[in-house]
């Protein structure tokens, strides 16, 4: 068993820079991909960005791409995902997710097994 616990969301003004960071606990994940999923009001959960937890390889929805950056401290068993620029339409809860294996270009929300409980980030004009 996995367990992920999700922290850093909150209200920013559109521009500003916000860290979201996703702890986990339980099974090794020296064979495990971390991902970053959202959920807008009224609209299905959708992959953000995902990361190889020993390998450093990471992908981005092309809606974040550029603007986001995920990253992994294996020290301690922490995913980040920095958001800079932020924008009205990221406003969402922001989910931490992982998968066994190595394959880090799934993007559908089956493919993942373990969830955390999601941290709101809202962003303001």
């Known amino acids: 068993q996995v367990q992920l616990v999700e922290s850093g969301g909150g209200l920013v003004q559109a521009g500003e820079v916000l860290t979201l960071s996703c702890v986990a606990s339980g099974r090794t994940f020296s064979s495990h991909v971390l991902g970053w999923f959202r959920q807008a009001p009224g609209k299905e959960r959708e992959f953000v960005a995902a990361?190889?937890?020993?390998?450093?390889?990471?992908l981005y929805a092309s809606s974040v791409s550029g603007r986001f950056t995920i990253s992994r401290d294996n020290a301690k068993n922490t995913v980040y995902l920095q958001m800079n620029s932020l924008k009205l339409e990221d406003t969402a809860v922001y989910y931490c997710a992982a998968r066994g294996g190595f394959d880090y270009t799934r993007t559908s929300v089956k493919d993942y097994d373990y969830w955390g409980q999601g941290t709101q980030v809202t962003v303001s004009s």
């Open positions: 990361i190889i937890w020993n390998g450093g390889k990471t």
